[in-house]
């Protein structure tokens, strides 16, 4: 984090990257005196609502964020800037996206989370386009110019008002990370659900949250105790105690209901119960009570950076044998399988939301971008399927590129290479 006096001071002249936060509700000038080297700009957690027209002399700028501020527009100077390729306005107001608000370039667009209706034709007419965040506004339709978006590999469209599946996406080429509950179209009901699983419901007053363990966007995770025994239950336990608001992914309320719709599998957390009671003066309090992991299970990846934007990233010099790799692959290729056959869609399948041991035993979760999908065709399930099956090559892929060198050679690491470039001739569930 930056301040302003140091800006002013000259103190900062030459950096790449600039974080400011302190209340703003005007764009400080004095950052243009950054235009001859300034990359990343990050201006969330203020009270902005309009950006100068100044900022086009920022022409090496990459990387915009302005989440949390108080825009009610996406600025249009934005689509003048000529290098900008990723914006991120999430949690703001915006209703409105002019379509010369798009820069050129652009890459990676986040406007999770405002009060959009509607998106202009030219953001399918951005060639290079990878991801979109569109999760938590108030969305009707999608532009049928996204049926141009060849390039698109991962797009959240969860939480609208969407009343039609949009078929535009489904037949686009690289798309692998799809998320889509909590629309009109895609919502589930006791008469479309496949198989009802059942799980009992507990009271938030059956046990104590301990330390937590991690968190992501949708909610908490901690360990947990039993105020009194359970019988049932094993006596190590794990809450996810859900965020009331809409997510990145979607509502929390569709992460349960998928997580509870998958049921059991060996290489899944284990739900074990659910926790729904009614809040004063609203709200909900969610949670899913689970098997406690061993401790001895790390994380199998890295989630993306700026410049990998849909790919997995590892730590530098993590690398596995192939015979680990293939034990992990057959497992996760299980796991599709099981979600399939329950008509779910993953939507993040990713080796950063794979835990793994030594022995390369996994088990695979983060349901924040799950989607249940028996609501559609036959032909569009069948769609969903090989979407998410481009994924599950990716994280193959990825898989391979810390496949230790001596293996690169062997037969085994061959077949897994050779699998992931037949996806169009798969058979599915």
């Not at 659900?193 to 991690?214: C, I, N, R």
């Not at 061993?294 to 730590?315: E, V």
């Not at 983060?366 to 609501?375: E, H, L, R, W």
């Amino acid at each position: 984090m930056h301040t302003l006096a140091q800006l002013r001071s000259g103190e900062l002249n030459g950096i790449n990257q600039l974080k400011l936060s302190e209340n703003l509700t005007e764009f400080p000038l004095e950052i243009l005196t950054l235009a001859d080297s300034l990359e990343i700009l990050d201006l969330s957690s203020n009270n902005l609502s309009s950006l100068p027209e100044e900022l086009v002399q920022l022409t090496k700028l990459k990387i915009i964020f302005a989440s949390q501020n108080k825009f009610r527009h996406l600025p249009e100077v934005l689509g003048k800037l000529p290098r900008l390729e990723m914006v991120g306005f999430k949690s703001n107001q915006i209703k409105e996206v002019a379509a010369n608000s798009l820069p050129a370039k652009l890459r990676w667009l986040i406007l999770t989370d405002n009060k959009i209706t509607t998106l202009p034709d030219s953001l399918g007419e951005r060639p290079r386009l990878q991801k979109l965040a569109l999760a938590g506004n108030r969305l009707t339709q999608l532009p049928k110019t996204l049926a141009q978006a060849h390039n698109l590999e991962l797009i959240r469209i969860s939480a609208n008002e969407l009343s039609e599946c949009p078929e535009q996406l489904l037949n686009l080429p690289k798309l692998a990370w799809l998320a889509f509950a909590g629309n009109p179209f895609s919502k589930v009901t006791d008469n479309t659900l496949s198989a009802k699983k059942y799980v009992p419901e507990l009271s938030s007053t059956d046990y104590t949250l301990e330390h937590v363990l991690g968190q992501g966007a949708s909610g908490v995770i901690s360990k947990a105790h039993w105020k009194m025994p359970q019988s049932q239950f094993p006596a190590d336990i794990a809450v996810k105690v859900f965020k009331g608001e809409v997510t990145s992914d979607g509502y929390p309320e569709d992460e349960l209901q998928a997580c509870l719709q998958v049921g059991s599998h060996p290489n899944l957390v284990q739900s074990l119960a659910q926790v729904k009671e009614d809040l004063n003066p609203g709200g909900k309090y969610l949670a899913l009570i689970m098997n406690l992991i061993p401790a001895h299970y790390k994380n199998l990846g890295l989630p993306p950076c700026f410049n990998s934007c849909t790919r997995d990233t590892f730590p530098k010099g993590f690398s596995l044998p192939i015979a680990i790799i293939d034990k992990i692959v057959k497992q996760m290729q299980d796991v599709f399988s099981h979600m399939h056959n329950a008509k779910v869609c993953h939507g993040d399948l990713y080796a950063h939301n794979t835990l793994f041991d030594d022995q390369g035993n996994i088990i695979f979760g983060d349901f924040g971008a799950a989607t249940s999908y028996q609501m559609l065709t036959p032909t569009q399930q069948i769609k969903v399927q090989q979407v998410e099956h481009r994924a599950l090559n990716h994280f193959i892929d990825d898989l391979l590129t810390v496949c230790a060198l001596q293996d690169r050679t062997s037969e085994a690491f061959k077949l897994l290479k050779a699998k992931i470039n037949n996806i169009e001739n798969l058979k599915y569930i």
